[in-house]
T-cell receptor, first 116, second 110 residues
Framework: GAVVSQHPSWVICKSGTSVKIECRSL??????MFWYRQFPKQSLMLMAT?????????EQGVEKDKFLINHASLTLSTLTVTSAHPEDSSFYICSAFDTRSSYEQYFGPGTRLTVT | EDQVTQSPEALRLQEGESSSLNCSYTVSGLRGLFWYRQDPGKGPEFLFT???AGEEKEKERLKATLTKKESFLHITAPKPEDSATYLC???????????FGSGTQLTVLP
């Protein structure tokens, strides 16, 4: 199956700083990637859709100026949490849409962000 | 608006005790129904895609089926390593976004 990686797997940062999370499709090209947020014991909440070469589409209620998404190539999307606050602490997961497999999406291992 | 409901929320089984997880959905133009497995602190792991009513897929002790209103994930003779949260999701219309259910947390006791 298709492989998606994320880096870092966990990060601790101080309030007010910015953190960048990378999502890479390792063995396929992904024109579309998705960013999710997951709180403990809850399901995944879609934050935004990232399309290569164009602006990301954000879900209602997600601050686009706080969660900056860049999809610079067919294998890399980045999520930058700007001016992080403790309430931004969460588990962030990306997925990549494999155009070879109809609508199947493959998920990265996730990034645990803790803001102190 | 697409809706996905999974039941039960939690399920505890003895090793070897077969059971089924349910995923009911309401969508406009189903493009695909997906099952994922998620272990604590990890991203979801792809299990199955089902595209049309009547379709079935199997993988080891797991078998997924699909009707026009729901999908079942049958677990035959489960083992403790099958313990995880199982997520159901759909894609509909022209969108590519997944709409997830809330998941079923499965615990298999040795």
């Amino acid at each position: 199956g298709a492989v998606v990686s994320q880096h870092p797997s966990w990060v601790i940062c101080k309030s007010g700083t910015s953190v960048k999370i990378e999502c890479r499709s390792l063995d396929f090209q992904a024109t579309t990637m998705f960013w999710y947020r997951q709180f403990p014991k809850q399901s995944l909440m879609l934050m935004a859709t990232s399309n290569e070469g164009s602006k990301a589409t954000y879900e209602q209620g997600v601050e686009k100026d706080k969660f900056l998404i860049n999809h610079a190539s067919l294998t890399l999307s980045t999520l930058t949490v700007t001016s992080a606050h403790p309430e931004d602490s969460s588990f962030y997961i990306c997925s990549a849409f494999d155009t070879r497999s109809s609508y199947e999406q493959y998920f990265g291992p996730g990034t645990r962000l803790t803001v102190t | 608006e697409d809706q996905v409901t999974q039941s039960p929320e939690a399920l505890r089984l003895q090793e070897g005790e077969s059971s089924s997880l349910n995923c009911s959905y309401t969508v406009s133009g189903l493009r695909g129904l997906f099952w994922y497995r998620q272990d604590p602190g990890k991203g979801p792991e792809f299990l199955f895609t089902l595209y049309s009513a009547g379709e079935e897929k199997e993988k080891e002790r797991l078998k997924a089926t699909l009707t026009k209103k729901e999908s079942f994930l049958h677990i035959t003779a489960p083992k403790p390593e099958d313990s995880a949260t199982y997520l159901c999701a759909v894609v509909s219309g022209s969108a590519r976004q997944l709409t997830f259910g809330s998941g079923t947390q499965l615990t298999v006791l040795p």
